[in-house]
């Protein structure tokens, strides 16, 4: 007797069901997020956005899976799918993934190296979607070079913000981590 497709599959890894409270906590974060950048747009490459999102992805684990999309079609929706957009479908994923990794680290500076490090290389991120714009590498290279003093203001001030708001913040996640679980 052969298997029903129904019975030879076995999902990967075990899926909870989504509850309300869940839906709410994923809006809630990507409000935060885009208050913040919205709030901050004044300021040139100064933004808490990869703030909240190693934040999030640190406390809430999964849940920032959500986030990120939702954020994402949210900024498309609101200013406008061009080529900054694409690179936002592959920029903010790494940076959760990369949160992911050291997620057991509590470590103010660590997480003040990772924020820096991401603002200075966000510039070079987004060379693989203007080279697909401008139809043409050396262009795009070029236009990263020209846009490195930015990136430095950019890892500067993620590093700075995550240094003076991480333990503060943390603090108050885990207040919330545990209000939430029970």
Partial sequence: ?????????????????????????????????????????????????SFWLIMFSKHFGNKVYFVVPVFILLEGAIFGFGDWWVMYLYAWPLLVLVTRVFRKSDEALTWAIISGFFGLSFGFLCVLSKAVFLGSLPAAFSWWIAGIPWDLVHGAANFILMLLLYKPMSKAMIRVEKSVSG
Wanted: include cysteine.
């Fill in 1 to 49: 007797m052969t298997a029903t497709p129904s019975e030879s599959f076995t999902a990967p890894i075990e899926m909870k069901k989504t509850s309300a409270f869940d839906v709410a906590l994923v809006g809630i974060m990507v409000a935060v997020i885009e208050v913040c950048k919205v709030a901050m747009m004044e300021l040139p490459n100064i933004e808490l956005t």
